[in-house]
């Protein structure tokens, strides 16, 4: 197996396939325009230049497609730079495909959707767990390939399933540590709560806002969800607004976008649950990228904080 | 006619009829129980004492009842208080009715009814003229009789519908003036936009919270309510984002209530005008109780500000 | 078994022992002294009046003291009130003893103790093993007799190692579901988080704040009191400094009283653990207060929400 | 007539009149000197270098000079530049003028004065009149041609007039509707509100902030000129105070520049209204720049916000 | 000497002149007229009932009028209250005066009055010194009567003088400890800074907010009487302005009432020496009433603290 | 005597010795290594490039190095920037030596160690001049070369000293104008409160923060090092509490790193002598920098103020 691009330093000779993030062209200081790519593996990314392109190389070469670059690692402004060589489309005999160059969650979907469908069997509530079902059935392919978000968190293939479940796993045991927590509630908060990015979000792979998501937000665009799936399975009864109100709620504040604070118990919960597994997500994966006795870069999500590693971690 | 409970003074003997706003039992220092009654008419309330109340008392006078009172106002902690001597539920006979005792708006609801219709009738874009025309439908008797908020502006009978039809008033104007502005857009979400309040609050006349109000709030319903009524009338099409991001921004900020800021030119407008008639509608009523050279109560919703009527306005 | 004192009833006659929670004098219209007394069992407390009190009355019931009261349970603006018909100081030979009369964990101490011993017996790392010891062994009566805080969640005896071990329940779990986490730096901030309350407060059944604690706060007292034991054990190394500013940031931001936010992992995991423990335990507490279908007092530490408990929890 | 440079594309030659709106000279990296010039004319502008330039260039090519260019439109960084083949001041004799190279208000001088002297005639209260008849009169060569502001909204000649006149627009709208407004106090407030602005800038087309405007500010400023001009005509009287408040509160709070929030009827509608013109001014033109389907650049005084614009308007 | 009203106690007959600071008309439950007065002399205050009231004792018992009162020093809900047995206007052969019994400054008014003179004698810049040289001849006599606020800090009679005075002291050593210092400006922004409150504030003796000062303020009161004395002076010239600025900014910041920060660097001191004099004037007033290892009543205006006396200071 | 590096201008030719304030190194396009070096000495600092840097270099030319240079003074991106022509280190038998080229205080050590002696001297209060004696004596040497800030204020060698000096001048006379105040505590206060940045910075010549710098601060470090300490010299009593208050409030508020507010009216001094000291340094020292009629640069930690230095101002 080849090496990934962040791998590589400067001088080395890349010769491989690679996923085009970004393409944008520009005009060069001779007047002849070129094509500024992004192109990325599930390692990282680097910045190219394809000086004096051609038409036809703006039309081949756009965001989504795979191709194979060779070229040398140099450097621009302290940052790696492809000097490239050449390069083409990927071809159907290549045997390649662009889902291996996006990062993924490190669960994959059967894994995923099985503990999700576990957590539906687990409920007593009916209701409750008809209306549940319905979304899991309804946006089940979507659900398992969406990321949690555009960054920040969860951020990539499966993301948003894999933050679900890793927050009912945290669920699982806050239930039998505080039995008055009711679990059927909590449990369908969790997997509910994020299913409007689905609408907020173009895409699984290459996700930006749609217009919905910009106007409406996720949590409105669920909330009224809710109310046309218990429309349509003639539900009526209280579970249907405690579960709107605790999509509603989920953020926690009306700054964060919350038009109502969490007023039941599992929807505090919910707030609580969220924020920790978003926050072990960041951390953990900004940790990873660092030594011990060395500060991670500044995390936006998280007030901008830079957190330390230990010496006495190795 | 007989003057109102606001205009007696200390020592007058009242009898006449009231209604009774609220109605709290006590139990008073020689451990007999009393009921406090809050009545009221169209000029003002006062607090009465009905002394060693019976049972039968407590199920005849309570809240929403109209009764035939004779006493003298007397006076308890610098507040006026009506001495009962007699108390009877009015009669079919006696030619009253609750709602002659209640707040009204000073324009009738057939005069109310033609302005929305007028307006309505004004669009030009044919899917917000239907939209905005079933939920006139729907909900036009609602519509008419309740009030625009529990407390602070418009708080009265059809207060909700004084409220548009002041708000449309300032709209049309303001589309002569600035032809820009899409006059269908700006119509249809002045008339949508406390919709809501009408599964907010419980009744018309003497309104309290729902679950539903307290849980999701009065934005949510509403958007959620728009998007069932384009489902039913199977439209499809960017008005029902649009209309739906106007009800959800309406409130200016997420501090107040709104998840997303208006992001359409309507939708800062539709905020604006909101404003704009609550805050009229709250400064005229209250600078009409005082007179020149003096300064109004403090009124709440405009940041506890106390206003000064100049000596020069007679 | 008596019933406590919460379930009288308007007219009954109480005859038991009671707890003085507070005892002030007052004049009364007559110019005579009087004693308000504030009476408590775990179920409750009320007021009383003893009127007409002697010097020796002043000096016999005092905070602190347990009495014999005989009275009839009345009402004052609303508030039962007991008047008291006769009081005489608690003896030896009654077999009461104040204790009983103050709300304690839902957990023995013995069972505390051991979940403390056995967290400190899993650590692996033998500086962070041989600081928390220390603590345990030192503080070993106060931590098991104080509150976590004077109001607001577990105010009440043995509090703060009930809250300290409901933290490790939920940290455990944890570490198994993210094996990054640092189990034994998370294990003794948890631990040593509010230990600085045995110095902030005065005592472990009345407790009110001390100088130190008013001047300086458990917090700083704290952080000082580790630098103190490792400098007592001669420990040099970046483990006391991480278990300080574990301690330092465990409140999350400045404006709570931590001057620097959660820089570590551990320590933001900290803060999100105490969270939501402090949250469960005075969630369940106002939940089981009130009926399905009601909303909760508001509770003040957070937000000063009320919370509504759903009709279909019975 | 010539297209504006706004219009130009890549590669076009252009030869025509242009503003200097401003000059500087810097350091080439060949050490000789070069002058940065921003171009001007009422379609927008471009950057140009005047590469080795001479002391006479630098006299010559300043800010607020009209000259003739020639050159081709090049790129830099993205952004549109000028090469500049040959340069010179504009000549008496070439029959252009400055004026015409900057952005105006869409109304003309004559029409914005008829509304103005309209206005003051519809007064009845007679110190109210007079003392804005006294400012109207001195100040109307500058009030007729000063921008609203040096940026944001109606910052174009004669901006500070048609804002004023759009608002006495709304106005009088307004006082038909609630007759119960001050008609003279809130025209007069309207056209005194920005007055202070004369001041509080150095000219009408190329703004600065003079030292009075930056340590007193137009709204100081402006109260103690009223102050002057009561004194000058010999008029006390609760008119005067109302006044100089009405300009003290139009920002609304204090963190906005305004010491005292609005306490006056008029004064509360007054920044109502402010907002609103400048809001739709601001909205209007940038709305007017993008298709439909597109959202417009952020508006810096409009919390940042990018407003969408339907795709259902044409 | 008698001994002030804050010095008897319970059950004692006082029998001496007292200042009515207000007195207010009620109606009894016998419904009778009765009137409440606020009593006071240098030492304190106590509230007393004059029950039955005629109308002539309204008209002669009103607000700052000195009264001999006879009574018994009762209580009323924890409170010390007079039992009025007989009262009567003081007369002018009783040798009392209304000044005798309002707490003073600690300096007499030629002290304060030599300080101020020194401090303009001082200056070197003619036109600094003859404009506030000016106002100090105008007002002189307000200046040394009126406080410096209603209440917080120096809100005595020459309380204004006081604190002018000892801002003047700490002003002369730090320029002499910072010879940077511009002395001129600093003495005009200290003698100037609140002397606007000659114009909010009613009377000297008891003070309440002039609709000037409720609807301007005094800084901007101040900022034009400086333009106007400058006027009438025919002064021009930075000076005016810096001295209008140092005036503008003096609350340091817009939340607190100044629409721009200090920018010069006097201005900035000037705020700064505000802050600490008024600081010591209200911590020094409070900690004098406590002992040591007491802690002072919440200080209003210092952020509601509660300040500590430590037990080593005697 | 040479002139400093600041005084040089474009074209000049430097030949003399510098200091190395940092050195990076960088490849260049042609993918050779080379330094970036900042030089400085006390008038100011400039950048310069060495090209084709050998490993040698790099070990040569390291911070904190004094090195003799000689190049022409250029240009890149308007700022200026050093061609070498030649480099080498320092010898011994140059005869300059590092600290010649840092900014020092503009009193030197012995003066500000005697006045701080002085200080220690007039206290009366045996354990609080116990305890500063030994802090002073404990930590002489760094007192005296640290500075007291990484920027913004006292940012230079001994500018620690420096700045407590000058505080305890001011704090002398304030004493003397408000005698309640408690000389002792003010004194040690001042001394005490910024010691913690000897432990949280690392170096005085080239201060960067220590990792107790980051995670617990000067504040925590300084409070429990006054803890320590009083145990080493067995000294019990509130003053070391009230010394470690005043050191933990010093900062006024706890947004701002302190987790009490001042509590002790010497703390509150402490706090506002402190803001005034560091107000006068940083402004004094930007107002140097510009001439009369001009704006100094933007001050960060003065709100980004930018402050006037009025035109008679000679």
Chains 1, 2, 3, 4, 5, 6 share one sequence.
Do not use: C
């Not at 007047?31 to 081949?60: M, Q, V």
């Not at 576990?118 to 979507?142: C, G, S, V, W």
Request: aromatic share 8%.
């Amino acid at each position: 197996m080849k090496k990934g691009i962040a791998h590589y330093t400067l001088g080395e000779t890349f010769d491989h396939y690679l996923l085009i993030k970004s393409a944008v062209k520009g005009v060069a200081s001779n007047n002849k325009p070129f094509l500024t790519l992004l192109l990325t593996d599930t390692t990282g990314e680097i910045d190219a230049k394809l000086w004096e392109s051609t038409p036809e190389d703006e039309s081949l070469f756009q965001q989504g497609e795979l191709v194979k670059v060779q070229g040398e690692v140099g450097q621009f402004r302290n940052k790696p730079q492809l000097k490239i060589q050449s390069i083409r489309p990927s071809q159907p005999t290549d045997g390649v495909q662009a889902t291996d160059f996006i990062e993924k969650a490190p669960v994959n979907k059967e894994d995923l959707m099985e503990r999700l469908t576990e957590a539906i069997f687990d409920m007593e509530n009916p209701t409750i767990q008809r209306i549940t079902k319905h979304f899991l059935k309804h946006y089940q392919k979507d659900l398992l390939s969406y990321p949690a978000a555009v960054r920040n968190h969860h951020e990539y293939v499966s993301g948003l399933a894999h933050h679900i479940v890793s927050m009912l796993n945290i669920a699982k045991e806050l239930t039998i540590l505080y039995p008055d927590i009711n679990k059927d509630l909590l449990y369908a908060g969790i997997i509910l709560h994020d299913l409007g990015k689905i609408k907020e979000l173009s895409t699984a792979t290459s996700p930006s806002y749609t217009l919905e998501g910009k106007l409406i937000g996720h949590i409105p665009l669920m909330v009224e969800e809710i109310r046309a799936v218990a429309d349509e399975l003639q539900i009526k009864g209280e579970e249907v607004t405690i579960l709107q109100h605790m999509i509603l709620s989920h953020h926690g504040r009306s700054e964060w976008g919350s038009p109502k604070p969490p007023l039941v118990r599992e929807a505090e919960l919910l707030h609580q649950i969220d924020m920790m597994d978003a926050g072990l997500n960041m951390l953990n994966r900004s940790l990873q990228k660092v030594g011990p006795g060395e500060f991670t870069e500044r995390i936006y999500a998280m007030d901008q904080r830079s957190f330390y590693k230990p010496t006495f971690e190795d």
